[in-house]
Each structure stands twice: as structure tokens, then as C-alpha cells.
């Protein structure tokens, strides 16, 4: 009853088009007020989200995406693409996908991704002439890899509370991701084909591309540049942004030559207001997670799913459809906080393998991003293009299929997890 | 019924996680269901940092904390924490009944949180690192090790190690690639947190005391019942005990643990536990800062 | 006379706009975006530090964290009075003209008491960590109290941008 109540009212109040920010803001206010009393833990609990170095990463990422745009390094990089992949129908699509998949080998969260590679790329697949409602879904799509392909913030978190181990948990998920990344790529192709949408030019000719290759040299080297800090041992992920922004700037103005400190402030600025509104809804996520946390909603939920006595196999069939649900709603700290410590003891009596387990969280997880109504990287995506949140919906519905086809993949065949850390020596 | 929501920053199968839980059973059973204990670990409800205040100000019923939550807000929390003071594991087993607690207990209630268990949670720490044992002083030279706090981190510069500061949460992948050569943590943590696929040399040493404590907001605590009050008070003698079982046993077993994972570990000898102790103490004691109140607490803890 | 009297309202709500709130805000925008680029330059100088001199910064990862939470609150009234935040519109973009009006000023004021709540919540928890004597634990020891004073500010300003959508809608000026 309750949990009708909240939900009902959060989607009533999303739907009377306020910022969303403001809709789960209020929300978490009434639930406060109602249980509480008071909402005397509003503020301590922002405090308590935002002040986190890590997601001082995610306005160095946008600034890097910046002022590589205005310096119109990015423009080289798309050109590139364009000259080799160009001549294939939807070839732009899968050149997007890839880079969302380095980026997410250079990122541990989504948004991040989706943010940086987005601002960037679909000017550029505007300019192209790539279909705006395929762009828009494949890049919030795209974008949720950064979870799932290492490294990633959430695996981290989903491993201290269960106790796997991180570096099993890393290598299981390259696999899956590298699949998901390529079950974007077909479709992107069939996708394309299918509605004849691109016009697609001849082969450029090997000395286009390779002078297109010259061009965008040092646009390419940017992420072997920022990759090699991580897994070189030079940087952290939240010094890979700010190293990352210091490479652009200083390709922008030792080689490109068209970048002075009005430039820079223009890029400042733009990434200060782009990654303010996705943090305002990330405070008020918060919020609300508190304010149902505190009145323990999901808590019933996932024990009496846990108390159902199933088999292993039926057992995650349903907390995985609980979780999509939930997805709808949450971010994906709250439900790796609330439902993991209460699923753990089920799952180890069934004798689940919890690095698989994980590995199916995470992209249940990627997929609440991009489910509506709560979804952290369609309104990213409706933040840096302007078109309307349902044209990004619809552009990432396919993706959700897809999505959901990889978890029923990854359910059926476990190993496609498991193999990787297997050989590599982890029980 | 009273429900007392109770926040703290363990992971469920952390050894003291789980002394918690039983702790919040036996509340409930002493109280005869008069106080209904809600736990939530892991952060899920306020953040480690936060804990302290939402207790005090009521936003919740009842929080746990680690020491080093405290810092200057209350420094003498933090006494157990100069390296190789507080080895002795008999300190721990009487310690809720000691006169140093009822001191701190005092200290806790005039700054305004109800202190009702203490649950003693290491003494054994590890030096994780790789390549090399971090044995002798000599051997921290030049290195770079993921800092705790700054009292204890003048400790480690004496030493000659570079103290580098970050996130929990980015420990792992720092050590795994080499941002930083070496890490400092209890030594079940070493297991459970997986330091062992990052680093292959282990030395097992007493350096600090570490303990969590649960308290609650005093206007919670007053509105209780006798019944209920008898209930906590029961309820701690009872979890101090458990948790110095259960913490000795986690300190026990990890070693083996560590080594079945093919890691070198070396249990820190007395001789090479002074050394280090000749070094790091009187770093520790200076950036600790003298003062009445731990004096008057060390001179307790001698009592015991 | 109405009509009159509406004008001078509209004058009014516009000065209110242009002059003063919109200044205010930017003024936050500008702190804001200060914020990050200073956390960039301190991120890279402890990177610099680490490896070039073995001396690394240890108080960069409180900092950072602290500057950001300050970003967020100076910048959030800029993003807003711009029109940045995102919102859902399937519904909102099928309303006739007088509906969506009607939902435009609910939202407003939606805005308005959320920052209401915020601001309130903060001067508790600014009031109530000053008089406990809450410290930070890091290699910086400072007073809580002093990094929650950004909320408060940045609900003042989130509030007063709310207001002046809202007095702009009334007296028939948009918000630019
Ligand atoms: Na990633
Ligand atoms: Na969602």
C-alpha cells in the first residue's frame, strides 16, 4: 500500500513535467515528513553524497569532451571515423560504440561516460546526418558500459559488501561487456540497414584515410594516453580526468593553436552547468533513497523474496525481474546497498556462484539507467541535446531488449562470466 | 514497542558486522521485545561520517562507529591508536567494566551521544606491500603507503614512507597498479577486502587498536524503559565479550588464510615490533598533541 | 487601470530578474565554475608532486570532495534559471496553453519548496554541528558546520530563482 503510495506519487509528480530533481526532491520530503517527522536528514545526507572526490570526475570528463570540441579536436576524430567507416551503413553507430567502450575501460561509472562521450559525439552524428532518435539510444546505451567493463565504481562497492573478490569480479565482467558492446554494434548495423536512413558514400581510398588518420592523431592518442595512466599505476580514476582535461587543453593550444583563456572559461563554464543538473539529481536520488530506506519499502520486498524457498535457478530469475522493477526507480548505490546484504545468505545457501551474481546486478543495474521513469543516463542524454526525454526513451527502448537479452544470455550460460577469472586462478 | 534504528559502516560478513547483529538479537530478546532493532550496515542508511551527528541531533535512534570517526571532535577516542600501546588482549576483555570506559562513557554522554557497547575489533594489523616484507624501519624508506589518519600517519613518515591519501573504495585498483606501493590495514581486512591478489608480502604486527562503539541518542535513550535500559546494559557485557572471541578468532585464522592464498606473511617478532615502535611512537605521541584528558585515560587503562 | 498596474508588475518582476537574481546567480555560476577548474589545478599539482617530487598533496582527496559539494550548491541556480534541468515532458508538451501554465507555476513552486526544505535542513545541520563541535577526521581538521554553509547559499539562490520564474510567469515576462 505504502509502496503504491510513493511510487504513484513520485511518477505523478515526475509527470507534471517539474524538474526531476525538484519530483524526487519533494517526494523524499512528503515520505520524511509522513514517517518522520521532520526532515532534519535532508542536508546531512546531500552533504553526505556529494563530498566524494571520485565524482569530481565527472565535470574534469565533461571539460576534457570540451575543450576537445571547441578545439575541434573531436571534429578530426569523427572526420576519421567517417573516412573509414563511413561508406558502411551505420558504421558511425558502431565507431560510437566503441568509443563508449574505451571510455568505459577508462571510466568506472556511467554517467560519466555517457556524459563525456554524448556531449561529444552527437553534434558530430548530427553532422553526419545519423538518424537524432538512434544517436540519442545509442549513446545512452553505450553509455551504461562504464559499469560493466572494468574498471567500475559499483562492482567495487557490490564486492566489499558481498566479499567476492574485485579483481575476479573486474575480469568477469570484460566479457560480457565486450559482448554487449558488440550486440550494440549489430544492431546499430541491422538497425541502419534496415531503415536505409544514412547515405553512405564509396570507400574513401587509402590515402584519405590515412591523412584523416594523421589528422586525428592526437585526438586518437588521448585515450591510450589517460588508459596507460591507470593501468600503469600513474594515476587514480579521479587524476585520469583531471590528466585527461590537461592533455586536451595542452593539445588544444600547443598543437590545434585555436584555444585562449576565453575558451577555457567558456569550457569550464558549459561543463559546470552540464554536470550540475545531472549532481542536483543525484543529490535528490539520494534523498529519496534515504527517505525509503529509513522506512525500510524495498527491505519487505527483497525478503520475501528471499523467504520464498525457491531453487538456485528460479530464485534469480526473480530477483533479477525484482531488481529491473526497482531499476526503474533507484540509482544503482541504493540497490546494490539494500538488496545485496539480504539476498547474500540465500544465495550462498543455494550455492550461487556470486561473481556471476554480480556480473548479472551490473547489467540489470545498466539497464536502470536507461529505464524510464528514473533513469540517470537517458536524462543525461535529455540534458546535453535539448530533445524531448520521450525521443530519448524511444531511442533506447531497442537497447533495453538487447539489454535483457544479454542478461538471459549470461543467465544460460554463466561461463561467459566465469571463465576469465576461472583461468586466470580465482576459485 | 521502541524501534531503534541502528546504522554503521561494516560489510554484513565483516566478524563484528555479524557481533552487531547478534548484539541487536539479544537486545531485542533481553528487552522482551520491547526495543525492535533495525541494523543497517554498509553505509545503507548514513554515511560513516555522518553517523555521529544524525545520532546527536535524533535523526536516527542509535548509531556504530569506528574510533577514528572521531578525530578532534573527541580526541581521546582515538588514544587506542599510538602504535604498540594497547597489544595486550586482556585491556579489551575487561574493558566494558573498566574505569577507563566509564570515563570515555562520561566524556561521550557530555558531547552528547549514550554510549551502550564497545566491541573491540583489532589489534592485529598488516603491513601489505610487494616485492618485500616491510619488516625494519629502513624498509618503509621511499614508500608509498596508503595513510589512516593523521596522528598515525606522522607515525609512518618517521619511518621515512610517503603517506598518500584516497577513497576506500579506490584502494584496491591503487594498490593493484601501483599508485600506491604499500597498504596498512587490520589483518581479516587484508582477507576479506582481497588485499592478497594485490599484494604478496604480509607482515602481521600489533601496531594499533581499533574498536567500534555503539551509542545512542540520549532523549532515545532516556525515553526508555528500566526494563529496556537493564536490556542494553546486559546486552553490552554480553557483545564485549563476543567480540573480543570473534576478533581473535578473525586475527587467527587470517595468517593461514593469507597463505593458502600463496602470499608471504611474517608474524612481526618482539624485537622487530620495538624497532618500529622506537620509531613511530614518539612521531605519533607529538602529532597526537599532550593532553590532561589522556593522560588521565592511559593512566586508567594501566589500571586494568 | 488593470492593465496599467500589470505593466508596472511586469517592470517589476523584470528588474527583480535582470538586475538583481540574475547577477546572483551567475555570481554562483562563476564561484562555481572557479571551484572546478581549482580542483583541477589541484589534482594535476598532486599528481606533479607525487611523481616529480616524492612529495605528494595528502589533503587533495578532502578538498576535492569538499570543493565539489561546494560547485553543486553555488552552480544548481545558475543551471536552473538557464533552464538546464532536466525534466520529463511527455505529458507536459500535450497540455493546451492554460494547462501547461498551470503546470509551469506548480513546478516553480515545487522548486521553490524544495529549496525551502534544503535551506532549512542545512540551518539545522549547520546550527546543530556548530554547537556540537563536529570536526572533519582528515589531514585538513576543520568544523563540519563551515563545508554545509554552500548548501545553504546554494538553496538561497535556488529559491530566489524559483521565485522570479514564478513572478515572470505572472506578470506575462519569461524568464530568459
Ligand atoms: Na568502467
Ligand atoms: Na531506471
Known amino acids: ?80 571515423a567517417h573516412t573509414v567507416v563511413g561508406h558502411i551503413r551505420g558504421g558511425l553507430g558502431v565507431a560510437t560504440v566503441l568509443s563508449c567502450t574505451i571510455f568505459a575501460a577508462i571510466s568506472g561509472s556511467s554517467v560519466a561516460t ?65 559482448l554487449m558492446a558488440l550486440i550494440f554494434s549489430i544492431y546499430c548495423l541491422a538497425d541502419a540497414r534496415r531503415n536505409r536512413l544514412t547515405e553512405t558514400p564509396d570507400w574513401a581510398g587509402w590515402r584519405k584515410v590515412a591523412t584523416a588518420f594523421r589528422r586525428s592523431f592526437w585526438a586518437v592518442m588521448a585515450p591510450p594516453v589517460v588508459m596507460g595512466g591507470i593501468y600503469l599505476g600513474v594515476f587514480t580514476a579521479t587524476e585520469a580526468a583531471a590528466a585527461g582535461s590537461l592533455y586536451a587543453l595542452l593539445v588544444a593550444t600547443l598543437v590545434y593553436r585555436n584555444f585562449g583563456l576565453r575558451d577555457l572559461w567558456i569550457c569550464a563554464w558549459s561543463s559546470m552547468r ?62 546494490i546497498l539494500i538488496t545485496t546484504p539480504i539476498l547474500l545468505p540465500t544465495m550462498i545457501a543455494l550455492d550461487i556462484d556470486l561473481v556471476w551474481y554480480g556480473v548479472l546486478l551490473m547489467i540489470n543495474l545498466e539497464l536502470a539507467m536507461i529505464t524510464p521513469p528514473v533513469g540517470m543516463n537517458l536524462f543525461v542524454i535529455k540534458g546535453i541535446t535539448d530533445a524531448p526525454l520521450s525521443e530519448v526513451v524511444r531511442g533506447a527502448a531497442p537497447y ?28 | 514497542v521502541e524501534t531503534m534504528r541502528c546504522s554503521h559502516q561494516l560489510p554484513p560478513a565483516h566478524h563484528i558486522a555479524k557481533v552487531v547483529d547478534r548484539w541487536a538479537a539479544a537486545v531485542e530478546e533481553y528487552s522482551d521485545g520491547e526495543i525492535d532493532v533495525q541494523v543497517f550496515g554498509a553505509d545503507s542508511l548514513v554515511g560513516a561520517r555522518e553517523n555521529i551527528v544524525a545520532v546527536a541531533k535524533g535523526d536516527i535512534e542509535c548509531a556504530f562507529s569506528l574510533n577514528f570517526q572521531w578525530g578532534k571532535t573527541l580526541p581521546i577516542m582515538n588514544v587506542t591508536i599510538a602504535p604498540y600501546a594497547f597489544a595486550d588482549l586482556d585491556i579489551w576483555r575487561h574493558w566494558h567494566e573498566s574505569e577507563a570506559a566509564a570515563y570515555l562513557e562520561e566524556k561521550l554522554l557530555e558531547k552528547g551521544v549514550k554510549n551502550v557497547v564497545w566491541m573491540f575489533q583489532t589489534n592485529t594489523s598488516v603491513f601489505t606491500s610487494n ?84 551509542y545512542l541518542n540520549p532523549a532515545f535513550y532516556d525515553g526508555l524503559s528500566d526494563n529496556a535500559k537493564a536490556a542494553l546494559e ?42 618500529l615502535e622506537a620509531v613511530m611512537r614518539p612521531a605519533f605521541d607529538e602529532a597526537f598533541g599532550d593532553s590532561e584528558e589522556a593522560a588521565k585515560l592511559i593512566e586508567l587503562v594501566g589500571k586494568l | 487601470m488593470a492593465q496599467h498596474n500589470k505593466r508596472e508588475a511586469a517592470a517589476a518582476a523584470s528588474f527583480l530578474s535582470r538586475r538583481i537574481v540574475a547577477p546572483l ?39 576535492a570532495g569538499w570543493a565539489l559539494v561546494a560547485a ?100 506575462g515576462r519569461r524568464a530568459p
Open chain 3, 72 to 171: 553543486i550548491m553555488f552552480g544548481a541556480a545558475e543551471a536552473y534559471r538557464q533552464g538546464d534541468h532536466i525534466s520529463i515532458d511527455l505529458v507536459t508538451a500535450r497540455l493546451p496553453d492554460k494547462a501547461r501554465r498551470a503546470m509551469g507555476v506548480f513546478s516553480d513552486l515545487s522548486v521553490l519548496a524544495f529549496a525551502i526544505a534544503i535551506g532549512r535542513s542545512a540551518w539545522d545541520a549547520v546550527t546543530f554541528a556548530r554547537g556540537f563541535g563536529m570536526y572533519t577526521t582528515g589531514h585538513i581538521v576543520m568544523e563540519t558546520w563551515i563545508l554545509q554553509t554552500p548548501l545553504i547559499a546554494g538553496a538561497t539562490l535556488l529559491g530566489l530563482a524559483a521565485m522570479t520564474k514564478l513572478a515572470e510567469r505572472f506578470t
Open chain 2, 131 to 214: 616485492g618485500d616484507f616491510l619488516l625494519a624501519p629502513d624498509d618503509f624508506k621511499g614508500v608509498k603507503i596508503r595513510g589512516l589518519v593523521p596522528s598515525f600517519d606522522a607515525g609512518l613518515a618517521a619511518l621515512g614512507a610517503t603517506t598518500v591519501t584516497m577513497p576506500g573504495s579506490e584502494v584496491y585498483q591503487a594498490l593493484a597498479t601501483g599508485v600506491v606501493d604499500a597498504g596498512i590495514t587490520d589483518v581479516a581486512a587484508a582477507v576479506s577486502r582481497k588485499y592478497f591478489e594485490v599484494q604478496d608480502h604480509f607482515v602481521v604486527t600489533p601496531v594499533l587498536s581499533a574498536y567500534l562503539h555503539g
Open chain 1, 400 to 427: 533495453v531488449i538487447l539489454m535483457v537479452g544479454g542478461l538471459a544470455l549470461l543467465l544460460a550460460a554463466p561461463g561467459l562470466a566465469t571463465w576469465l577469472p576461472r583461468s586466470a586462478g580465482f576459485g
Open chain 1, 114 to 178: 555517457a556524459l563525456s562521450i554524448g556531449s561529444s559525439a552527437i553534434p558530430q552524428m548530427k553532422r553526419f546526418g545519423y538518424p537524432e532518435r538512434g544517436a540519442l539510444g545509442v549513446i545512452a546505451a553505450g553509455g551504461t558500459l562504464g559499469i560493466l567493463i572494468p574498471p567500475s565504481g559499483p562492482m567495487i562497492l557490490y564486492a566489499i559488501v558481498s566479499e567476492v573478490s574485485i579483481g575476479a569480479l573486474f575480469l568477469a565482467g570484460i566479457a560480457p561487456g565486450l
Open chain 3, 25 to 63: 546567480t551567475w555570481l554562483g555560476g562563476a564561484i562555481s565554475t572557479l571551484l572546478i577548474l581549482g580542483a583541477f589545478g589541484l589534482i594535476v599539482a598532486a599528481v606533479v608532486r607525487r611523481y616529480v617530487f616524492s612529495a605528494p598533496i595528502r589533503f587533495t582527496d578532502e578538498v
Open chain 1, 1 to 80: 500500500m505504502t509502496m503504491t503510495l510513493v511510487f504513484g506519487g513520485l511518477i505523478l509528480l515526475l509527470l507534471t513535467g517539474m524538474p526531476i530533481f525538484a519530483a524526487l526532491g519533494l517526494a523524499a520530503t512528503a515520505i520524511l515528513l509522513i514517517f518522520e517527522g521532520g526532515i532534519g536528514s535532508v542536508a546531512d545526507t546531500i552533504f553526505a553524497h556529494l563530498n566524494k572526490s571520485i565524482l569530481m570526475a565527472i565535470p574534469l570528463f565533461v571539460f576534457m569532451a570540451q575543450v576537445m570540441m571547441r578545439a575541434k579536436v573531436i571534429d578530426d576524430l569523427y572526420d576519421m
Open chain 1, 274 to 335: 552540464t554536470s550540475m543538473m545531472v549532481f542536483m539529481i543525484i543529490a535528490a536520488a539520494a534523498m529519496f533513497g534515504h527517505a525509503i530506506t529509513i522506512i525500510r519499502l524495498p527491505y519487505g520486498v527483497t525478503e520475501a523474496v528471499a523467504a520464498m524457498g525457491l531453487g538456485p535457478f528460479s530464485f534469480i530469475l526473480i530477483v533479477m525481474a525484482m531488481i529491473f522493477v526497482m531499476g526503474m526507480f533507484f540509482e544503482s548505490i541504493s540497490i
Open chain 2, 234 to 275: 546486559k546486552a553490552k557485557a554480553d557483545a564485549g565479550v563476543w567480540a573480543v572471541e570473534a576478533s581473535i578468532e578473525a586475527a587467527a585464522a587470517a595468517p593461514d588464510e593469507l597463505r593458502a592464498k600463496g602470499v608471504e606473511v611474517h608474524i612481526a617478532t618482539d624485537a622487530e615490533n620495538a624497532a
